[in-house]
């Protein structure tokens, strides 16, 4: 098991809105393959003070760790059927997610955890939903402090007060970038630094690409550079899997690739989805054995 330990204030504002935040909304996604299992969660004193114990089914690594296994850097790509299964498993956890009305907004690989006990078939699945939300139509303000800076979307960073869940779609597809590079493909110090790496990838946007980017309220004028090849920045894709990334990296959110469609996108027909589903299935039922 994997224990998550929260002391509680109760004196002062109980139960933190966090916890409580995260404990509902992993009951609610608790019967997906793709989400990391709740099993139970354990109220209890330590040195006089009240403690909440969040058990988790246990998973050996996480996609960072995971990645940087054999070598760190482009000279150690992973294998491209890696890659494969890990996307799909990914968006099939996303795409759970958001069919029940759930943003994750900070999905990156340190939140994902596999199970690689079976080396050819790696388990991936979605954790860590300290910062997920319910969302509903039409979509509230949220607050735009969310996502590790590397996979926020520029939606966000530019300001935006209403968003919805294609700011997870573009962190899988920075994820995706990075599991086909072998490192972070925007790796900003700030948030302008970090929309200047994206705009000399994918070039600047106009009103053309993205209607109303320049009402955004952190909007400034930005150098203008153009779109650059993505074949060549990621020569270890096929065309099916160029083309998916540059569905999740566009710019309108109202036009981003949403998880069910990713999930349908010729990049996964090579890929043995049968033998991925029937090692999901067999650890759900040894998480729920446990």
């Not at 019967?31 to 089914?57: A, D, R």
């Not at 573009?170 to 900003?188: H, M, N, T």
């Not at 946007?205 to 779109?227: A, F, G, I, S």
């Not at 569905?247 to 469609?261: G, H, L, N």
């Amino acid at each position: 098991m994997a224990l998550k330990k929260t002391r509680l204030e109760m004196e002062e504002e109980g139960v933190p809105s966090t916890t409580l935040r995260e404990i509902s909304i992993l009951q609610m996604l608790s019967e997906s393959n793709h989400i990391v299992q709740l099993l139970c969660v354990e109220h209890l004193e330590e040195n006089n003070k009240p403690c909440l114990y969040l058990v988790f089914e246990y998973l050996t690594t996480d996609l960072k760790k995971y990645m940087d296994r054999n070598g760190r850097g482009s000279s150690y790509p992973l294998d491209p059927s890696i890659v494969q299964i890990a996307m799909y498993q990914l968006l099939k956890g996303t795409a759970h997610m958001h069919k029940l009305g759930v943003m994750h907004r900070d999905l990156k690989p340190q939140n994902l955890l596999v199970d690689d006990a079976n080396p050819a078939v790696p388990l991936v699945k979605v954790a860590d939903l300290g910062l997920g939300r319910h969302y509903s139509v039409p979509i509230k303000a949220y607050t735009h402090e969310i996502v590790t800076l590397w996979y926020r979307a520029p939606e966000v960073l530019l300001g935006a007060k209403h968003y919805a869940p294609a700011v997870d779609m573009w962190s899988v597809g920075c994820i995706f970038a990075e599991l086909a590079r072998k490192q972070a493909i925007f790796p900003g110090d700030s948030e302008l630094q970090q929309l200047l790496h994206i705009f000399k990838l994918l070039g600047t946007p106009n009103e053309d690409v993205w209607e109303d980017v320049t009402k955004l309220q952190d909007w400034h004028e930005y150098p203008q550079w153009r779109p650059q090849d993505l074949s060549k920045v990621f020569p270890k894709l096929n065309e099916q899997g160029i083309d998916l990334l540059q569905r999740m990296f566009e710019y309108d959110p109202a036009k981003r690739i949403t998880a069910m469609d990713a999930l349908q996108h010729p990049y996964f027909d090579s890929m043995d989805k049968a033998a991925v589903d029937a090692l999901e299935r067999e650890s759900m039922r040894t998480a729920h054995l446990e």
